[in-house]
């Protein structure tokens, strides 16, 4: 049995249906077995899934350290569920999304070759003067020290609840800011031998002001999933809209109209 965890933050764009719509393409075309997690500061109401309720997490020094200021809340938040999740029991598990859909069938061996597999070499010094996102991205270079390898791809990853334990052990979170990107601090402290993947062939992104994706409507949307396994989306592209259509929220709720087990 294959266990999804899913830490969601504390807000949502669409009433949670990004879980919704999330479960349901995992349904349909998943073919495996596999259990659901979520970690929430809030219960869902009508999700049937285990739901983990934990406070929302800010770790104590580093807060009065910044006077207050909650800087990167959101990156602590999600890294302190995980974290709680791998705190006990030993093996492997799905750490998955909210906002994403699958869109073709896969067996786990997929997500196995997605974790290990989809990488970007880049330099990372650039990041040293960028924004939020990439103030995180460089912590891996700075704690590890030999971080070529950029992971944050907004798939699925696999982790290791001991691998986990060794790293929150040796990086606690209330001794490091900025927050790290879990990918790319994981798969580059437990590196294995891996192949850099094109993602470009294997998802399509819909983000909003960054996303290289123009849809007018739904048989726009047709288009640019062809041939692809995943979609990711943030609150921008999901809702961004034209002529009063909202071509990626409709085609969501068109292509996965089927209600999950997860599902009251």
């Not at 492997?92 to 999304?97: A, E, G, S």
């Not at 994403?100 to 990488?119: A, G, H």
């Not at 003067?129 to 700075?142: M, Y």
């Not at 983000?207 to 062809?226: H, I, P, Q, W």
């Amino acid at each position: 049995m294959v266990e999804f965890m899913v830490p969601l933050g504390g807000h949502s764009a669409w009433g949670n249906n990004e879980v919704r719509y999330m479960l349901r393409s995992l349904e349909k075309y998943c073919k495996f077995s596999f259990n659901v997690t979520f970690f929430v500061n809030e219960l869902i109401d009508w999700l049937k899934a285990e739901q983990i309720k934990v406070e929302r997490y800010y770790p104590e020094k580093i807060l009065k350290k910044n006077n207050g200021a909650r800087s990167f809340e959101n990156y602590y938040d999600v890294l302190n569920k995980v974290r709680s999740y791998a705190s006990s029991g030993d093996g492997d598990f799905v750490y998955i999304y909210d906002d994403v859909c699958l869109l073709r069938d896969i067996e786990y061996e997929d997500i196995k070759n997605l974790s290990q597999n989809t990488f970007t070499k880049r330099s990372i010094a650039k990041h040293f003067n960028s924004r939020r996102w990439g103030k995180t991205l460089i912590q891996p270079h700075l704690l590890l020290g030999f971080v070529d390898y950029n992971y944050e791809h907004h798939l699925p990853m696999i982790y290791n609840k001991q691998k986990l334990r060794e790293l929150f052990k040796r990086f606690p979170l209330e001794k490091t800011y900025p927050p790290y990107p879990l990918a790319t601090m994981y798969f580059n402290m437990f590196p294995e031998e891996a192949d850099e993947w094109g993602l470009v062939e294997y998802k399509v992104g819909f983000e909003g002001t960054v996303s290289k994706v123009a849809c007018y409507n739904s048989s726009d949307v047709n288009e640019v999933v062809r041939g692809k396994t995943w979609l990711n989306y943030n609150d921008f592209g999901l809702k961004w809209q034209h002529n009063k259509q909202i071509p990626l929220m409709d085609w969501i709720e068109n292509n996965y109209q089927d209600k999950s087990r997860f599902e009251t």
